[in-house]
Structures are given as structure tokens and as C-alpha cells.
């Protein structure tokens, strides 16, 4: 059974401190996507990193697909507090989701 | 707006009733996921349609149906509810089913059994 773990579950930190969050496998990825949940809304696609390696910028937020593709990481620079939220990650075909990592940003 | 639209937002009914949720997929979009959410299983994938075909079955339980209408709208039926069964139910859709594609959520229908 394929499974991505996320973690840590849980982080509050102080705003414009540097976070990174993991999301690893054991099993090989075509892709992976990286998506933000606010509370009461559904979850929103923040990125799609595809080849093993591969960094993408998105603003303050760097994504990381590992080089054998089991695994990824988001770095956030200078955490704000419209950072919060559950982000989650999830395997290309969209069936298998990580538990997620609910972010906490202290103002 | 997600453009992927949901209702009921909120729900409450008793154990054993059937409840239907819909799911109204963003215009164009072809293809349909029904996902489940509780705090400790996380984001359960249910099912998903393609032009009204099953393209994809995850865990759904047995009390549990979906359908695709030609109209693209979709439906997922609950019976026999019980108290486990409350969660947050998303539907997310789709222009087209590949690995990789964008999908796209809506806000989520809350089921309460009590």
C-alpha cells in the first residue's frame, strides 16, 4: 500500500521564522502535488513538482522533489501568519493524500 | 471560488437515514473526485468519475453510491448513516484525468450523525 507520510503533524512557530515541512513514501512518483487547506474550506493546489531534483519558488515558499521522487519538502521563508493552515500532500493520481502538516504562524 | 460548488454546506441527520450530497463540477470540467475528510484518517479518496464513467474507486464503503449525470453534476448517496460516517465530504473536479492534472475543490459539505 503506498503511503505518504507528512510531518512534523504539527508546528506553531513565531512569525518570520523559517519552517520546512516533509512528505515521504517509500513508493516512486510520477509527480507529487503540494496543496494549502484554510479551515472551512477545501484544500487548494499550491504546486506540481514532477522531475526528481526539481525545486520550485513560489514566492516565500520553496518545493523539493527528491531525487529517486519518494519524497518532497516545502521550506517557507519568513513565515507570516496568512501562512496557517493544513498543507497537505498527494500523489499524482490524486487518490493517495498525506495526513498533513497544520501549520501554526504566531503573529 | 474554487468554481466547484457543493451543497448542502451543512448537514445533520440521525443514524441509519440516507443523505445525498451534490456536487456541481466547475463549467467544463469533465471529470469528478469525491474525497472524505475526518481529523484522523485525513483526506480519504471515495471515487471518481470521468464523463459519467467510474474512472477510479478508492475505499467507499458499501453504504456508500456515487453517480455522474450527463449533465456532469454528481451525487453521493449515504445510507444506513452511523455516528463514524460524520465527516467532511469534498468534491473536486477536473477538465481532464491524468496523473498531474489540476484539480480543484470546492468547500465541502459537513455531515453530522448523531
Known amino acids: 500500500t503506498q503511503l505518504l507520510e507528512q510531518s512534523p503533524q504539527f508546528l506553531s512557530i513565531q512569525e518570520g521564522e523559517n519552517l520546512t515541512v516533509y512528505c515521504n513514501s517509500s513508493?516512486?512518483?510520477?509527480?507529487l502535488q503540494w496543496y494549502r487547506q484554510e479551515p472551512g474550506e477545501g484544500p487548494v493546489l499550491l504546486v506540481t513538482v514532477v522531475t526528481g531534483g526539481e525545486v520550485k519558488k513560489l514566492k516565500r515558499l520553496t518545493f523539493q522533489f527528491g531525487d529517486a521522487r519518494k519524497d518532497s519538502s516545502l521550506h517557507i521563508t519568513a513565515a507570516q501568519p496568512g501562512d496557517t493552515g493544513l498543507y497537505l500532500c498527494a500523489e499524482d493520481d490524486k487518490i493517495i493524500f498525506g495526513k498533513g502538516t497544520r501549520l501554526h504562524i504566531l503573529p | 471560488d474554487s468554481g466547484v460548488t457543493q451543497t448542502p454546506k451543512h448537514l445533520i441527520t440521525a443514524t441509519g437515514q440516507r443523505v445525498t450530497l451534490r456536487c456541481s463540477p466547475r463549467s467544463g470540467d469533465l471529470s469528478v473526485y469525491w474525497y472524505q475528510q475526518s481529523l484522523d484518517q485525513g483526506l480519504q479518496f471515495l471515487i471518481q468519475?470521468?464523463?459519467?464513467?467510474?474512472?477510479a474507486k478508492g475505499n467507499i464503503l458499501e453504504r456508500f453510491s456515487a453517480q455522474q449525470f450527463p449533465d456532469l453534476h454528481s451525487e453521493l448517496n449515504l445510507s444506513s448513516l452511523e455516528l463514524g460516517d460524520s465527516a467532511l465530504y469534498f468534491c473536486?473536479?477536473?477538465?481532464?484525468?491524468?496523473?498531474?492534472?489540476?484539480?480543484?475543490f470546492g468547500e465541502g459539505s459537513w455531515l453530522t450523525v448523531v
Open positions: 513508493s516512486v512518483f510520477s509527480s
Open positions: 468519475y470521468y464523463n459519467g464513467e467510474e474512472r
Open positions: 473536486a473536479s477536473s477538465v481532464e484525468s491524468y496523473p498531474g492534472n489540476t484539480i480543484y
